[in-house]
T-cell receptor, first 116, second 115 residues
Framework: AQSVAQPEDQVNVAEGNPLTVKCTYS??????LFWYVQYPNRGLQFLLK??????LVKGSYGFEAEFNKSQTSFHLKKPSALVSDSALYFC??????????????FGTGTRLQVFP | DAGVIQSPRHEVTEMGQEVTLRCKPI?????LFWYRQTMMRGLELLIY????????DSGMPEDRFSAKMPNASFSTLKIQPSEPRDSAVYFC?????????????FGPGTRLLVL
């Protein structure tokens, strides 16, 4: 069975500092991994994904994530946080061996708060 | 493209009433998903369609919930009768190609309050 965990309900960081939002996963095969962001009263927006290839994935708004197979992690990072990055972040996974389903499993979300 | 369109954006109804949520996916997309988001349960997949055919409805909470996709540009999620515990934000999303690999595009959501 596939699963994804976001161990932190909230992450607080000062503007200008680097930020990390953690995500770990469990799959039987190879993972397809996604990060989405949700601003208040909005739907989820795609940030980046890892399907195959380079372990470091660059996405929208200066975000990047590193796929680490040995640690089964896909942490989201940004070198310098902005107040406007404050939002709810979701990690999602699909197992490449899940032949009978196309659905993503979403984590519980991590609220990022960037303070001026 | 206008993106995924959902209506209504807000719905307030009384317990026992029928509620119908509507979704127009992005033109050309062949997958459509219905999600529900609550504080207690987070983001849950209710059902998804591929080429207008329901593929997995295992997330539909009970028989009071039903979803249809009569054509490629329209889907409905119906709750009959509605209950206060159905209060949530309901999202529709669409994607093209193998959904597990491709980006899902979410609508703005319908905020449902059942009194």
């Amino acid at each position: 069975a596939q699963s994804v965990a976001q161990p932190e309900d909230q992450v607080n960081v000062a503007e200008g500092n680097p930020l990390t939002v953690k995500c770990t996963y469990s799959v039987s095969g190879n993972p397809y991994l996604f990060w989405y962001v949700q601003y208040p009263n909005r739907g989820l927006q795609f940030l980046l994904k890892y399907i195959t290839g380079d372990n470091l994935v660059k996405g929208s708004y200066g975000f990047e994530a590193e796929f680490n197979k040995s640690q089964t992690s896909f942490h989201l990072k940004k070198p310098s946080a902005l107040v406007s990055d404050s939002a709810l972040y979701f990690c999602a996974v699909r197992d490449s061996l899940s032949y009978n389903t196309d659905k993503l499993i979403f984590g519980t979300g991590t609220r990022l708060q960037v303070f001026p | 493209d206008a993106g995924v369109i959902q209506s209504p954006r807000h719905e307030v109804t009384e317990m026992g009433q029928e509620v119908t949520l509507r979704c127009k996916p992005i033109s050309g997309h062949d997958y459509l998903f219905w999600y529900r988001q609550t504080m207690m349960r987070g983001l849950e997949l209710l059902i998804y369609f591929n080429n207008n055919v329901p593929i997995d409805d295992s997330g539909m909470p009970e028989d009071r919930f039903s979803a249809k996709m009569p054509n490629a540009s329209f889907s409905t999620l119906k709750i009959q009768p509605s209950e206060p515990r159905d209060s949530a934000v309901y999202f529709c999303a669409s994607s093209w190609g193998l959904a597990g690999k491709e980006t899902q595009y979410f609508g703005p959501g319908t905020r449902l309050l059942v009194l």
